[in-house]
T-cell receptor, first 116, second 113 residues
Framework: EAQVTQNPRYLITVTGKKLTVTCSQNMNHEYMSWYRQDPGLGLRQIYYSMNVEVTDKGDVPEGYKVSRKEKRNFPLILESPSPNQTSLYFC???????????????FGAGTRLSVL | AQSVSQHNHHVILSEAASLELGCNYSYGGTVNLFWYVQYPGQHLQLLLKYFSGDPLVKGIKGFEAEFIKSKFSFNLRKPSVQWSDTAEYFCAVTNYGNNRLAFGKGNQVVVIP
């Protein structure tokens, strides 16, 4: 079954304790992305990757890191989490078609993070 | 940068009523347009999309959307809603030349039985 898998689904942590949220897709997609969803703000892009070793900042990258060492995996790293990073996080993936990409992004089930 | 506007964040209506959600985007060039739906506690699912061709697109569960290029709009409609349509609806746009989705802030729709 084609899917985007995020782990963990729920996470409670404390300020400053490094954490990683994993994202894996089995569709051989080139493009992967992380979003955070906050009430009244919709989804905002944190980082994205167009292929292995190619990553770039989205709209709200501060406080986050990513890596893309393998095509299927795109982990989100919070080196020193703070309470304002409490949010619902979604990973997504799609094909990457270049200039007029008719590509649909598929979303993972989400990770609800609370930073105390 | 592309921006997407959705109005009337909270919508409450009765079953069998008609639903229309507005979506406007800022970038006037070539775009791909999407509506995603998020049912309570679930992830985003694609409701419908527009890439090119007929500006009236039909999606799942009886939803449709109309692309009006001159108005930079992509409004979502359903003639008769059901309780199971209670969800949050997001309009999203990708710019020509990249795959970055810009989302609107969403419409929280509650359908009362």
């Amino acid at each position: 079954e084609a899917q985007v898998t995020q782990n963990p689904r729920y996470l409670i942590t404390v300020t400053g304790k490094k954490l990683t949220v994993t994202c894996s897709q089995n569709m051989n997609h080139e493009y992967m992305s992380w979003y955070r969803q906050d009430p009244g703000l919709g989804l905002r892009q944190i980082y994205y990757s167009m292929n292995v070793e190619v990553t770039d900042k989205g709209d709200v990258p501060e406080g986050y890191k990513v890596s893309r060492k393998e095509k299927r995996n795109f982990p989100l790293i919070l080196e020193s989490p703070s309470p304002n990073q409490t949010s619902l996080y979604f990973c997504a993936s799609s094909l990457w078609g270049g200039t007029l990409a008719k590509n649909i992004q598929y979303f993972g089930a989400g990770t609800r993070l609370s930073v105390l | 940068a592309q921006s997407v506007s959705q109005h009337n964040h909270h919508v409450i209506l009765s079953e069998a009523a008609s639903l229309e959600l507005g979506c406007n985007y800022s970038y006037g060039g070539t775009v791909n347009l999407f509506w995603y739906v998020q049912y309570p506690g679930q992830h985003l699912q694609l409701l419908l999309k527009y890439f090119s061709g007929d500006p009236l697109v039909k999606g799942i569960k009886g939803f449709e959307a109309e692309f009006i290029k001159s108005k930079f709009s992509f409004n979502l409609r359903k003639p008769s809603v059901q309780w199971s349509d209670t969800a949050e609806y997001f309009c999203a746009v990708t710019n020509y030349g990249n795959n970055r989705l810009a989302f609107g802030k969403g419409n929280q729709v509650v359908v009362i039985p």
